[in-house]
């Protein structure tokens, strides 16, 4: 009677993945870590991202590490480097992921260090400093050279080993450790007693320790996930979630919310049982296996569709599941009204050949049973309902396969869409597209963008679309499969492009990504779908347009989603795109995994001799028999004529022993029904075959009219009557200042660019900076000048309306360099970058560098012949521009901050304050039809 009642009212059943079910009773019991996103329009890992930063920000780090340890990892996920992500990235990849050795904490380093330190120094006593450094130093010779110096580091390490107080970055001279390890020992090595004295006080192993990237990684994460925790409920991974439940239903306190849950749900039915692991079932049968529930469990499920030992299936969990049911409350589900009969026959006779069918330790082993064949449907045709066939290589396997299915719907009328070739992995399905012959879709339950280059190809078109002034990001994808262009090709029509994607961007904002993206295919698609994945990528880039334009309608909140893609896509079951096809005239290729729970009329079982490593063989056959349980009227088997190892078919051999040979195998299994089962004895020969393509329609939008971009720069040379060159012509500097024109400009900035992201103290490599980059130009011979400079700019006092501080003060993480922007204004285009940007204490700032000449002396460089200069050359109009794009960038991370402006005159900064002249506060907002935001 409830089974009936709970039928009657099916259309109010509750629907659940494992994930969702746990999520939902976090949601309504547990609201201490409820999963509601607290900003909406942001997805679950971009608020996870703004989380992650806030700590870094705060360097909480600094609670479980020394900053010399987090300065390691900064080394190895350096933002700076295009063959490493950044550690937010790899944080956000991994937040979700448990952290099994961690750092001992910071007190055990210290007291370890004080230790070590104490024991060294009473042996240090009587051996001088300077000959202590000596012998580390010849020492050196007697190993072999590394790619690295470390003259400066040993100098620095005595000078901390012999000083009263330790220092954990005793333990942080990597380069010294690597150095003097024992198997970069030449043979001219003599002992040195220096050496000795750091070996015998494990010196390199405590330093390997404290080293150790990984564990350093590790600590960093799992303080975070506490960080999240503490800060953002709703942090929790959906492998998290099961965890999580776990514990919280089997504490004291949830017992009212278990008995809400026992009642609430009285028919509870847990389908593909077989791919359910321990932590699953814990929650399961602490809900619905309880003598306390009065409503009905049914747990369906079939160990031999067991396929998911990669996801944590666990057929001992199963079993053991099933053993708790007395035997009268086991059903059998043995009829089969998918296949023919004939077909169902044939399968049955292919796998009772297996004995046991599946062995389980502690279990007792499981025999193959028999389906009942109970579909009413009928097919017949020229080979047996499982028929195998031969071939020598992909090539030759794929054109059989085309020639097969063109003869199954001619003479047969059986639709291509309703035929599948089922593969082992994503791999094996691209290599059959680049040989198949006939129209074919790769049909997936989920993405395979991170598989091909859709994600970022997608990427680079919008991010070119969104920043057309970039010339790298346009370059991007220029150099594509989308454009198929060279480097020289790019270069010499770099404005044209530029202009190009300019139009594109309008278009973009008025008619979507979906849109655009078929515009820019009406003249870019003949060259992708040139490629060999070409026609695949067309197919995942407009769905991923389509799904993106679904989200949000402005392109750069699209962007953002982009951006995280491979993260959100990760958890996110909305990101999750489904890539079936329902064409009837395109052949369907899917992988085995992908195909459970699916039929097809016809199904080519390429996947099942392919080899695959670390895969056990009851998996293989297990993966076999729901390829062939897939068929609904006849199955197709291949067999290669080169030996294949580790694959299903060759396990299968195995099981059913007395065999040498899968052919020898298929003869005796034709010998025995040869109504069920066939061979094609060669491979037929193949004919082209010839296909009529019709051109792709082509939008009637038309393209906007270019227009031509301009800068400050340029206008002002078009003002001005005489050439760039010959504008300080008539005057001559002394030694004692930098020579006069553009060039000077350039370099300057360069150098200034790169010496901001060093330590401003440390001379000898802002010297490495300045050094190579004057080298044969007209600069070279002012080094010293230039350091000088370089010093005086650092030490400089900036006075601001909000504070007073100098460039030395502020975070090298809360600086952008070089940061470009577009806006128009009056119908025209113009385009800036602003040299520095960054934040201290919670205000921003904007850093305009200028070397022009006003006069010899600093004091021909006051504030008020800086305002005379700054109105005449209308850069008081260009600064509050600069201050507009901040301020509408700052806006999309929900910051309303002012922005402040100050243009420092490198040739006139002295102690009196000349040099520098900040902007005045300005309410009114200049005359700017559209702005883009700077990003960087």
Same mark, same amino acid.
């Given at each position: 009677?409830?089974?009936?009642?709970?039928?009657?009212?099916?259309?109010?059943?509750?629907?659940?993945?494992?994930?969702?079910?746990?999520?939902?009773?976090?949601?309504?019991?547990?609201?201490?870590?409820?999963?509601?996103?607290?900003?909406?329009?942001?997805?679950?890992?971009?608020?996870?991202?703004?989380?992650?930063?806030?700590?870094?920000?705060?360097?909480?780090?600094?609670?479980?590490?020394?900053?010399?340890?987090?300065?390691?990892?900064? @080394?190895?996920?350096?933002?700076?480097?295009?063959?490493?992500?950044?550690?937010?990235?790899?944080?956000?990849?991994?937040?979700?992921?448990?952290?099994?050795?961690?750092?001992?904490?910071?007190?055990?380093?210290?007291?370890?260090?004080?230790?070590?330190?104490?024991?060294?120094?009473?042996?240090?006593?009587?051996?001088?400093?300077?000959?202590?450094?000596?012998?580390?130093?010849?020492?050196?010779?007697?190993?072999?050279?590394?790619?690295?110096?470390?003259?400066?580091?040993?100098?620095?390490?005595?000078?901390?080993?012999?000083?009263?107080?330790?220092?954990?970055?005793?333990?942080?001279?990597?380069?010294?450790?690597?150095?003097?390890?024992?198997?970069?020992?030449?043979?001219?090595?003599?002992? !040195?007693?220096?050496?000795?004295?750091?070996?015998?006080?494990?010196?390199?192993?405590?330093?390997?320790?404290? !080293?150790?990237?990984?564990?350093?990684?590790?600590?960093?994460?799992?303080?975070?996930?506490?960080?999240?925790?503490?800060?953002?409920?709703? %942090?929790?991974?959906?492998?998290?979630?099961?965890?999580?439940?776990?514990?919280?239903?089997?504490?004291?306190?949830?017992?009212?919310?278990?008995?809400?849950?026992?009642?609430?749900?009285?028919?509870?039915?847990?389908? $593909?049982?077989?791919?359910?692991?321990?932590?699953?079932?814990?929650?399961?049968?602490?809900?619905?296996?309880?003598?306390?529930?009065?409503?009905?469990?049914?747990?369906?499920?079939?160990?031999?569709?067991?396929?998911?030992?990669?996801?944590?299936?666990?057929?001992?969990? =199963?079993?053991?599941?099933?053993?708790?049911?007395?035997?009268?409350?086991?059903?059998?589900?043995?009829?089969?009204?998918?296949?023919?009969?004939?077909?169902?026959?044939? @399968?049955?006779?292919?796998?009772?050949?297996?004995?046991?069918?599946?062995?389980?330790?502690?279990?007792?082993?499981?025999?193959?049973?028999?389906?009942?064949?109970?579909?009413?449907?009928?097919?017949?045709?020229?080979?047996?309902?499982?028929?195998?066939?031969?071939?020598?290589?992909?090539?030759?396997?794929?054109?059989?396969?085309?020639?097969?299915?063109?003869?199954?719907?001619?003479?047969?009328?059986?639709?291509?869409?309703?035929?599948?070739?089922?593969?082992?992995?994503?791999?094996?399905?691209?290599?059959?597209?680049?040989?198949?012959?006939?129209?074919?879709?790769?049909?997936?339950?989920?993405?395979?963008?991170?598989?091909?280059?859709?994600?970022?190809?997608?990427?680079?078109?919008?991010?070119?679309?969104?920043?057309?002034?970039?010339?790298?990001?346009?370059?991007?994808?220029?150099?594509?499969?989308?454009?198929?262009?060279?480097?020289?090709?790019?270069?010499?029509?770099?404005?044209?492009?530029?202009?190009?994607?300019?139009?594109?961007?309008?278009?973009?904002?008025?008619?979507?990504?979906?849109?655009?993206?078929?515009?820019?295919?009406?003249?870019?698609?003949?060259?992708?779908?040139?490629?060999?994945?070409?026609?695949?990528?067309?197919?995942?880039?407009?769905?991923?347009?389509?799904?993106?334009?679904?989200?949000?309608?402005?392109?750069?909140?699209?962007?953002?989603?982009?951006?995280?893609?491979?993260?959100?896509?990760?958890?996110?079951?909305?990101?999750?795109?489904?890539?079936?096809?329902?064409?009837?005239?395109?052949?369907?290729?899917?992988?085995?995994?992908?195909?459970?729970?699916?039929?097809?009329?016809?199904?080519?079982?390429?996947?099942?001799?392919?080899?695959?490593?670390?895969?056990?063989?009851?998996?293989?056959?297990?993966?076999?028999?729901?390829?062939?349980?897939?068929?609904?009227?006849?199955? =197709?088997?291949?067999?290669?004529?080169?030996?294949?190892?580790?694959?299903?078919?060759?396990?299968?051999?195995?099981?059913?022993?007395?065999?040498?040979?899968?052919?020898?195998?298929?003869?005796?299994?034709?010998?025995?029904?040869?109504?069920?089962?066939?061979?094609?004895?060669?491979?037929?020969?193949?004919?082209?075959?010839?296909?009529?393509?019709?051109?792709?329609?082509?939008?009637?939008?038309?393209?906007?009219?270019?227009?031509?971009?301009?800068?400050?720069?340029?206008?002002?040379?078009?003002?001005?009557?005489?050439?760039?060159?010959?504008?300080?012509?008539?005057?001559?500097?002394?030694?004692?200042?930098?020579?006069?024109?553009?060039?000077?400009?350039?370099?300057?900035?360069?150098?200034?660019?790169?010496?901001?992201?060093?330590?401003?103290?440390?001379?000898?490599?802002?010297?490495?900076?300045?050094?190579?980059?004057?080298?044969?130009?007209?600069?070279?011979?002012?080094?010293?000048?230039?350091?000088?400079?370089?010093?005086?700019?650092?030490?400089?006092?900036?006075?601001?309306?909000?504070?007073?501080?100098?460039?030395?003060?502020?975070?090298?993480?809360?600086?952008?360099?070089?940061?470009?922007?577009?806006?128009?204004?009056?119908?025209?285009?113009?385009?800036?970058?602003?040299?520095?940007?960054?934040?201290?204490?919670?205000?921003?700032?904007?850093?305009? %560098?200028?070397?022009?000449?006003?006069?010899?002396?600093?004091?021909?460089?006051?504030? $008020?012949?800086?305002?005379?200069?700054?109105?005449?050359?209308?850069?008081?109009?260009?600064?509050?521009?600069?201050?507009?794009?901040?301020?509408?960038?700052?806006?999309?991370?929900?910051?309303?901050?002012?922005?402040?402006?100050?243009?420092?005159?490198?040739?006139?900064?002295?102690?009196?304050?000349?040099?520098?002249?900040?902007?005045?506060?300005?309410?009114?907002?200049?005359?700017?039809?559209?702005?883009?935001?700077?990003?960087?």
């Amino acid at each position: 009677m409830k089974i009936r009642n709970a039928m009657a009212t099916v259309d109010q059943m509750s629907i659940f993945t494992i994930h969702g079910f746990c999520n939902f009773v976090l949601q309504q019991y547990f609201p201490g870590v409820q999963l509601r996103p607290q900003h909406p329009a942001l997805t679950h890992t971009q608020v996870i991202s703004r989380h992650i930063q806030d700590y870094l920000s705060q360097d909480l780090w600094k609670q479980v590490m020394s900053t010399e340890q987090f300065r390691l990892l900064t @080394i190895r996920y350096n933002v700076t480097s295009k063959h490493t992500i950044s550690l937010i990235e790899k944080l956000l990849s991994s937040y979700g992921e448990e952290s099994p050795s961690l750092l001992p904490s910071l007190q055990h380093v210290q007291e370890t260090l004080n230790l070590w330190h104490r024991q060294l120094s009473s042996h240090l006593q009587n051996f001088p400093k300077e000959n202590f450094y000596s012998q580390l130093l010849q020492c050196a010779k007697g190993f072999k050279k590394q790619p690295f110096s470390i003259d400066e580091d040993l100098s620095v390490f005595v000078d901390l080993l012999y000083s009263p107080l330790p220092s954990p970055k005793l333990f942080s001279f990597t380069k010294l450790a690597q150095t003097f390890q024992e198997k970069h020992r030449l043979m001219r090595y003599r002992p !040195c007693a220096a050496l000795d004295l750091l070996q015998n006080a494990s010196w390199q192993k405590h330093t390997e320790a404290f !080293c150790n990237v990984d564990l350093i990684f590790n600590t960093l994460l799992y303080d975070i996930q506490n960080y999240l925790k503490r800060h953002y409920t709703p %942090w929790i991974s959906p492998d998290e979630s099961i965890v999580v439940l776990e514990k919280l239903l089997s504490s004291p306190e949830a017992q009212r919310i278990v008995s809400s849950l026992r009642e609430r749900y009285q028919l509870v039915l847990i389908d $593909e049982f077989q791919d359910t692991d321990k932590k699953q079932w814990n929650i399961f049968s602490l809900l619905f296996a309880h003598e306390n529930f009065s409503g009905s469990l049914f747990l369906i499920g079939d160990p031999k569709q067991s396929i998911y030992e990669w996801r944590n299936a666990d057929l001992p969990t =199963y079993l053991k599941a099933k053993s708790s049911f007395p035997k009268h409350s086991q059903l059998y589900l043995l009829n089969n009204y998918r296949s023919t009969p004939k077909l169902m026959h044939a @399968i049955n006779h292919l796998f009772q050949k297996i004995s046991p069918f599946l062995e389980i330790s502690g279990y007792p082993p499981i025999e193959y049973s028999p389906l009942i064949p109970k579909a009413l449907h009928e097919f017949s045709s020229s080979h047996a309902p499982i028929h195998f066939f031969p071939y020598e290589d992909r090539v030759s396997q794929a054109l059989w396969i085309s020639s097969e299915a063109l003869h199954l719907q001619k003479h047969h009328q059986i639709p291509l869409g309703n035929m599948a070739i089922l593969v082992s992995d994503s791999s094996q399905a691209f290599d059959f597209i680049t040989h198949c012959s006939l129209p074919v879709s790769f049909s997936k339950k989920k993405s395979v963008l991170h598989l091909t280059e859709t994600y970022l190809l997608t990427l680079a078109m919008l991010e070119a679309l969104l920043f057309p002034e970039n010339y790298e990001r346009i370059s991007r994808v220029l150099l594509s499969s989308l454009f198929g262009l060279s480097a020289s090709q790019i270069s010499q029509e770099k404005e044209r492009f530029t202009t190009y994607f300019l139009s594109l961007r309008s278009h973009l904002f008025q008619h979507g990504l979906l849109a655009t993206f078929y515009f820019l295919c009406s003249t870019q698609g003949e060259t992708l779908l040139s490629t060999p994945q070409g026609d695949l990528i067309f197919q995942e880039m407009e769905k991923l347009c389509s799904y993106l334009d679904s989200l949000s309608s402005h392109p750069y909140q699209q962007l953002l989603h982009l951006q995280f893609f491979s993260e959100t896509g990760r958890w996110e079951e909305e990101l999750a795109l489904s890539l079936h096809a329902q064409d009837p005239n395109t052949l369907k290729i899917t992988t085995i995994h992908s195909s459970k729970g699916l039929e097809y009329d016809v199904v080519f079982c390429i996947g099942l001799d392919t080899h695959k490593k670390n895969k056990s063989p009851s998996e293989s056959l297990r993966e076999m028999y729901v390829a062939c349980t897939r068929a609904k009227k006849q199955l =197709y088997i291949p067999l290669s004529l080169q030996k294949q190892h580790s694959s299903a078919l060759s396990h299968y051999l195995q099981a059913v022993g007395s065999y040498a040979t899968l052919e020898e195998l298929v003869t005796h299994l034709i010998q025995e029904q040869p109504e069920l089962f066939s061979y094609s004895s060669e491979a037929p020969s193949f004919s082209p075959l010839n296909f009529d393509f019709l051109p792709p329609e082509t939008f009637s939008l038309s393209l906007p009219s270019p227009k031509k971009i301009y800068s400050f720069s340029s206008v002002k040379l078009l003002d001005s009557q005489d050439p760039p060159e010959s504008l300080h012509s008539s005057i001559t500097l002394s030694k004692t200042h930098l020579p006069l024109g553009k060039k000077t400009g350039l370099l300057m900035h360069k150098i200034l660019e790169e010496a901001l992201l060093m330590p401003h103290s440390d001379l000898s490599r802002i010297r490495s900076i300045i050094y190579p980059l004057v080298q044969n130009t007209h600069l070279e011979g002012y080094e010293p000048m230039i350091e000088q400079l370089l010093t005086t700019v650092f030490s400089f006092p900036l006075t601001f309306s909000s504070q007073t501080f100098t460039l030395e003060e502020i975070s090298k993480n809360h600086m952008f360099k070089e940061v470009s922007f577009l806006f128009s204004q009056e119908e025209e285009l113009w385009q800036g970058v602003i040299d520095l940007f960054f934040k201290h204490q919670d205000h921003y700032y904007i850093i305009d %560098w200028k070397t022009s000449f006003l006069g010899e002396n600093t004091s021909d460089y006051t504030p $008020e012949r800086l305002r005379a200069y700054i109105q005449k050359e209308k850069l008081d109009l260009q600064g509050y521009i600069y201050i507009d794009a901040a301020q509408k960038f700052l806006r999309q991370f929900d910051i309303h901050h002012n922005v402040e402006m100050g243009f420092v005159f490198l040739r006139g900064l002295d102690t009196l304050g000349n040099g520098f002249f900040p902007l005045e506060a300005r309410f009114s907002t200049p005359t700017i039809i559209q702005k883009y935001p700077v990003y960087h």
